[in-house]
């Protein structure tokens, strides 16, 4: 399963019953990162989703995606038959005619899920609510993990509740990325400068 906002970093969420290689456990702990900055970095509207949940099995992608309207602050994704709409994405509804045994092991797991909130200006939380632990790929976890973002996958545990997702770290990546694309545009028009003037002498 896979979460992706608009203008984020995409994150990825399993709920299985396997083992990945590469999993970092020992950073994380329980309701870790409970701060929210209530000082907002734009002055523009939401947009109109804020979230988008797509389901996948092995690398194909099963049923359509799953789009949270803004005025729905948070999201329920289960492994129930419910159907889906509103706040609640049911994955246990989604049939596959290429299922494979693996596959229909794994969504035995997801029971109750995971829950993902949006807290202040667009930060995104994610509560495991399910039996079994949950795996998580992010930018923003990789960097509080102190490891090169999207190097690790990071397990929570049951009644994990834990931040995924910061706009405030997002915008500032983004503005240093910027700055140094800028300057690196800069010192090669320089470069080039510097050469052209030495051919017409």
């Known amino acids: 399963m896979s979460y992706r906002g608009n203008n984020r970093h995409l994150a990825a969420i399993a709920i299985v019953g396997q083992s990945f290689t590469g999993v970092n456990t020992a950073y994380w702990n329980t309701n870790q990162c409970n701060e929210v900055n209530n000082t907002l970095l734009s002055s523009q509207p939401a947009p109109e989703y804020w979230c988008s949940v797509a389901s996948f099995e092995l690398d194909i992608q099963v049923g359509e995606t799953f789009k949270v309207l803004s005025n729905c602050p948070n999201v329920t994704i289960d492994g129930y038959v419910d159907p889906s709409g509103g ?4 994955l246990g509804a989604l049939s596959n005619v290429h299922r494979t045994e693996q596959s229909e092991k794994a969504r035995l797991h997801i029971g109750k899920g995971v829950q993902l909130d949006l807290r202040g200006e667009e930060d995104v939380w994610l509560r495991c609510l399910s039996d079994h632990s949950v795996f998580v790929q992010g930018y923003y ?21 834990i931040k995924v997702f ?16 800028q300057a690196a545009a800069v010192h090669k028009r320089r470069q080039w400068q510097s050469t052209f003037q030495a051919l017409i002498q």
């Open 141 to 161: 976890l990789g960097i509080k993990a102190e490891r090169k973002p999207g190097d690790a996958i990071h397990k929570f545990y049951p009644g994990t509740n």
């Open 87 to 90: 706040n609640r994405f049911c």
């Open 166 to 181: 910061d706009l405030r770290q997002c915008h500032k990546e983004i503005i240093t990325e910027a700055a140094t694309a």
